[in-house]
């Protein structure tokens, strides 16, 4: 049995999206606070948790940081508030997507297929034990979401390995932001070209913490970001 958890301290969208859940084949796990969702997460292993920002005990972005120690697992955030700051903020600390209330139970549903899809997408397959990338000094492993350069692992959020994955898997191919947001971030993210720029930015500068002379990511100007490798 494959297990959603559905944290939310409002027993109506609990409800709601827990009989969505089980239309789709997957048994909810209902979390009233977000101590409730972190013990769920462990004793459940789930393939999707959709979290609730405000819960009280412990909010939805400080569970996100904790799960993010030791999984992977798809997140999806879910709030009342919709402002842009929140979104990056909740994206930054490794959450999938981010949905603002009032929502439709279709809408997360469809998201939570987008990012299942997404995973396998980005991996290739659900079980390869192939997932891993040696270009020059860098090494990304996508089975263990981590990523070397000279042997060093760079301390880098689950969607910034996803990126470099993606750069890496084509070397010297330009991707435009549209292409970044949609393989990302997915269809349906309601996001613009200043999110791929921001995410960029905090990667370029969290990758140029070790040297790395043979590659760097370049800006194409009007279209994109590729990974170029400097010297061959």
Not at 53 to 61: I, L, S
Not at 108 to 135: F, H, P, Q, W, Y
Request: with cysteine; glycine share 6%.
């Amino acid at each position: 049995m494959e297990y959603i958890v559905i944290a939310d301290d409002n027993e109506d969208i609990t409800d709601i999206l827990g009989n969505y859940v089980k239309r789709e084949g997957y048994e909810p796990i209902i979390a009233a606070d977000g101590v409730e969702a972190y013990e769920a997460f462990k004793k459940y292993s789930p393939s999707v948790i959709l979290l609730d920002v405000m819960m009280p005990n412990m909010d939805g972005f400080d569970v996100c940081r904790n799960i993010r120690k030791d999984s992977n697992v798809p997140i999806i955030l879910i709030s009342a508030k919709g402002e842009d700051f929140e979104k990056i903020m909740g994206l930054d600390i490794g959450a999938d997507d981010y949905i603002v209330k009032p929502f439709s139970p279709s809408e997360v549903m469809a998201r939570v297929r987008a990012i299942l899809r997404r995973m396998k997408n980005v991996s290739g397959t659900e079980n390869s034990s192939d997932n891993e990338i040696r270009l020059a000094d860098m090494r990304i492993n996508l089975d263990e979401y981590t990523l070397y350069i000279d042997e060093k692992q760079m301390k880098l959020t689950k969607k910034e390995i996803e990126t470099m994955w993606m750069l890496a898997s084509n070397p010297n191919k330009v991707f435009t932001r549209d292409n970044l947001l949609d393989s990302l971030w997915g269809y349906d993210y309601y996001g613009d070209s200043r999110t791929v720029d921001s995410h960029i930015k905090r990667l370029r500068a969290k990758l140029d913490e070790v040297e790395h002379p043979d590659w760097s990511i370049k800006t194409i100007w009007g279209m994109g970001y590729k990974l170029e490798f400097i010297n061959k």
